[in-house]
């Protein structure tokens, strides 16, 4: 079977687990790896702008000894000339034995994996997911805090069009953390990712309202959704207070305003930047700061000497750990299992994908529309993952 990834749901605890294993143990030295993928070629295929994703993708497989091509700008891709993302995959994937592959829609992942021969990575697929991104900040947490169990972690910022977050809320979810999700109004989780943080078994969703914070915020009832365990579910009804300063944060995971994806939506970020005045708050006293990155100012500049700022580190763990990804992908190591349980969509028919932004809408792509659903949970598109239309009953 190909190795592909194309969702964080591609990999379960336990493989995520021994990746990170694996990471600690090349990280000792990056250097001393160039024997392990001799031959492989790697294509890297990004119709949307990319730093760290591409350079790191490329550094790992550089390290392990294996090679690059690289198609970098979007503008000079076949792409403009309206070639299909399934015929453009095609054929870079004759030429490679894996593909890295960002692109503007969502499902576009998916779709290419259905056409390569080789193993397939989903780089960023729009809005929707960006597994390796996920890879990297569950292993910087792991880093920086010593362990993944039981976290308490804020995600902060454009949480509806920002995609790391969506990967990585499953993630933390599955490794029973709590997530504060702090996001302006507009820009909070989309429904879609609530609906699949429901599914993961023992998590329950609850609104609330920090209430305690006025300081850091400039407000004192910023709305925030808590995903936690279940046995924490407050009994109430409605958005509960949470009180914030007893608490300790392990991190605050910040995104910028994803204003490629906006259209005549807000166009400011609305939230205070994270500051100093923001880490001398008590329940950030010991927290870690963690960014995707790039940063449009969300994290005042100041901050980067602090030694919470674990952003250029996190930035850094993407080589080891995508070079830990590259092994599986090359079959140089195997995993213990790689689906979660649970994960897996049974098929479900006569129902409408209405994501404008799903690789089911590009005309001439020509995807048959397919639907699933996991155990108790709703009917979604198999290629964007948004809830579908259905039928009345
Ligand atoms: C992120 C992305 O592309 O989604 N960047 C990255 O891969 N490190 C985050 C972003 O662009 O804001």
């Not at 021994?18 to 001393?32: C, F, Q, T, V």
């Not at 302006?184 to 309202?209: H, Q, S």
């Not at 930047?273 to 008590?282: K, M, N, T």
């Not at 030694?307 to 190591?333: C, H, K």
């Amino acid at each position: 079977m190909k190795r592909d990834l194309v969702s964080i749901e591609d990999l379960s605890n336990p493989a995520l687990v021994h990746l990170m294993d694996l990471a600690d143990r090349i990280r000792k030295d990056l250097r001393g790896h160039a024997e392990r993928l001799p031959g492989f070629l790697m294509g890297s295929l990004f119709l949307e702008p990319s730093t760290r994703t591409r350079l790191s993708f490329e550094a790992a497989m550089a390290r392990l000894g294996g090679k690059v091509i690289t198609s970098a700008d979007p503008d000079t891709s076949s792409a403009v000339k309206g070639e299909t993302l399934s015929d453009t995959v095609r054929i870079v994937d004759s030429y490679v034995d894996m593909t890295v592959l960002r692109h503007p829609l969502a499902g576009a992942a998916r779709w290419a994996a259905r056409h390569a021969r080789g193993a397939i990575v989903n780089a960023g697929d729009g809005a929707r997911e960006h597994p390796t991104q996920t890879l990297c900040d569950l292993y910087s947490l792991r880093c920086e805090r010593g362990r993944l169990d039981g976290l308490t972690v804020m995600l902060y910022g454009d949480l509806r069009y920002g995609r790391t977050t969506h990967s990585l809320a499953r993630a933390l979810a599955r490794f029973g953390a709590t997530i504060i999700a702090v996001a302006e109004k507009g820009l909070e989780l989309p429904d879609a990712v609530l609906e699949e943080l429901r599914e993961v078994p023992g998590t329950a969703l609850w609104p609330a309202v920090v209430d305690d914070l006025a300081d850091v915020f400039r407000r004192d009832d910023v709305p925030a959704l808590v995903i936690g365990p279940e046995r924490d579910l407050p009994a109430v009804d409605g958005p509960v207070p949470l009180g914030l300063r007893d608490r300790e944060v392990d991190a605050i995971y910040v995104t910028r305003l994803q204003t490629e994806r906006l259209e005549g939506e807000s166009d400011t970020y609305g939230l205070p930047i994270l500051d100093h005045r923001f880490l001398e708050s008590p329940p950030f006293r010991r927290t870690v700061v963690l960014h995707p990155l790039p940063r449009v100012g969300e994290i005042a500049r100041e901050v980067d000497e602090d030694p919470r700022a674990a952003y250029f580190r996190q930035a850094a763990l993407g080589v080891p750990i995508r070079m830990a990804l590259l092994l599986w992908m090359g079959g140089r190591v195997d995993l213990p299992t790689t689906i979660e349980p649970g994960a897996v969509m049974e098929q479900v028919t006569n129902a409408r994908c209405t994501n404008a932004r799903c690789i089911t809408q590009a005309p001439l792509e020509g995807v048959a529309p397919e639907f699933g659903r996991r155990p108790g949970g709703a009917v979604r598109c198999m290629y964007c993952e948004a809830v579908a239309e259905t039928p009345a009953p």
